[in-house]
T-cell receptor, first 113, second 113 residues
Framework: DGGITQSPKYLFRKEGQNVTLSCEQNLNHDAMYWYRQDPGQGLRLIYYSQIVNDFQKGDIAEGYSVSREKKESFPLTVTSAQKNPTAFYLC????????????FGPGTRLTVT | AQSVTQLGSHVSVSEGALVLLRCNYSSSVPPYLFWYVQYPNQGLQLLLKYTSAATLVKGINGFEAEFKKSETSFHLTKPSAHMSDAAEYFCAVRQTGANNLFFGTGTRLTVIP
């Protein structure tokens, strides 16, 4: 089945540690995205990538980093510089044409204590 | 710049009653508009999309939305609510010149038996 996978579903880390969230898609989509979701704030864009080896900052990129070495993979690293990292993180992908919708993964809930 | 406003963070309806979830957008050019649904601790699933074809768009699970340029609205409706419709609903607009979406803050729908 085609789709987007995110792992793990739940992640717990101590403050000061970097953590990497996985996102893989087998839809052959060109573009991939990372969003952060907090209660009452909807989804906010962290980073996006329209092609391999290229990515752009979204609205809240500070304290995060990404890479896009392969078309199907777009891992997100939450660094110790992110002041409030506890949140639900969603990865998405889409065709490059603006008419097409984004497909979302099941999300990773990160808790940092 | 594009933006989306969802009026009402919480909406409650009785089972069998009409569902109306409001979305207004601001855009300097004709937008691409989307409605997504999110069940607890899951990713987002596309309900329907407007891409400048028919103004009345039919989606999955009996939902539909009407694009009204004069009112800059894209409200989501369903004639008869089911218990399974209880979820959070997000309206989104595609940003001009980019593939990323701008999301509203969401409306949580409760269906009362």
């Amino acid at each position: 089945d085609g789709g987007i996978t995110q792992s793990p579903k739940y992640l717990f880390r101590k403050e000061g540690q970097n953590v990497t969230l996985s996102c893989e898609q087998n839809l052959n989509h060109d573009a991939m995205y990372w969003y952060r979701q907090d209660p009452g704030q909807g989804l906010r864009l962290i980073y996006y990538s329209q092609i391999v080896n290229d990515f752009q900052k979204g609205d809240i990129a500070e304290g995060y980093s990404v890479s896009r070495e392969k078309k199907e993979s777009f891992p997100l690293t939450v660094t110790s510089a992110q002041k409030n990292p506890t949140a639900f993180y969603l990865c998405a992908s889409s065709w490059g044409d603006m008419r097409y919708e984004q497909y979302f993964g099941p999300g990773t809930r990160l808790t940092v204590t | 710049a594009q933006s989306v406003t969802q009026l009402g963070s919480h909406v409650s309806v009785s089972e069998g009653a009409l569902v109306l979830l409001r979305c207004n957008y601001s855009s300097s050019v004709p937008p691409y508009l989307f409605w997504y649904v999110q069940y607890p601790n899951q990713g987002l699933q596309l309900l329907l999309k407007y891409t400048s074809a028919a103004t009345l768009v039919k989606g999955i699970n009996g939902f539909e939305a009407e694009f009204k340029k004069s009112e800059t609205s894209f409200h989501l409706t369903k004639p008869s609510a089911h218990m399974s419709d209880a979820a959070e609903y997000f309206c989104a607009v595609r940003q001009t010149g980019a593939n990323n979406l701008f999301f509203g803050t969401g409306t949580r729908l409760t269906v009362i038996p």
